[in-house]
T-cell receptor
């Protein structure tokens, strides 16, 4: 158990819908990262937050947004869903931001498996 | 060309064999991560290294910064080592050190 929790574990929805994925980082970790893993693209970095502030964006679509709350949990919002958004979404946390010497070890949550029909 | 390349893509070994997975990267890095993804999907961080060598149990990770190359070794492999092993480069500079992933090496260890 990494100490990072993600809910829900599975999500089935229809095209055009909006969903919210939730992540609680490990106790003491201030950085939260969101990743997408699809069959054709592999793992891709989406976005990073550190202590409530956005630190970096990767290959995140405009239809997607995220935030980190004062209690450090984070939510990833996916809207106008398309079939191609079906993937595993992972959250990870670390003590430092990745810009600080790589950020330290990242601890991954169990992931949310999203299926868009 | 991908910024992080792994080889081999697939690897089948007999229990007890010594295993090596290779990772080459073309970007400047602040650290190199090795991750293990179990068949159920969960990801575990095995190593983060920026120089030299690290060892944890039967796993050894090495990195050569000049050659931009890292290796993950598994000694005395066991069927429970069967998983996908992913190399990821923490890219400093404009991307704020965020991870760029290789496509993974699927390892299957037969009893």
């Amino acid at each position: 158990d990494s100490g990072v929790t993600q809910t829900p574990k599975h999500l089935i929805t229809a095209t055009g819908q909006r969903v919210t994925l939730r992540c609680s980082p490990r106790s003491g970790d201030l950085s939260v990262y969101w990743y997408q893993q699809s069959l054709d693209q592999g793992l891709q970095f989406l976005i990073q937050y550190y202590n409530g502030e956005e630190r970096a964006k990767g290959n995140i679509l405009e239809r997607f947004s995220a935030q980190q709350f004062p209690d450090l949990h984070s939510e990833l919002n996916l809207s106008s869903l398309e079939l191609g958004d079906s993937a595993l979404y992972f959250c990870a946390s670390s003590v430092r931001p990745s810009s600080s010497g790589g950020g330290g070890t990242q601890y991954f949550g169990p992931g949310t498996r999203l299926l868009v029909l | 060309k991908n910024e992080v390349e792994q080889s081999p893509q697939n690897l089948t070994a007999q229990e007890g064999e010594f295993i090596t997975i290779n990772c080459s990267y073309s970007v400047g890095i602040s650290a190199l991560h090795w991750l293990q993804q179990h068949p159920g999907g969960g990801i575990v961080s095995l190593f983060m290294l920026s120089s030299g060598k690290k060892k944890h149990g039967r796993l050894i990770a090495t990195i050569n910064i000049q050659e931009k190359h890292s290796s993950l070794h598994i000694t005395a492999s066991h069927p429970r080592d069967s998983a996908v092993y992913i190399c990821a480069a923490s890219n400093y500079g404009g991307s704020q050190g965020n991870l760029i992933f290789g496509k993974g090496t699927k390892l299957s260890v037969k009893p």
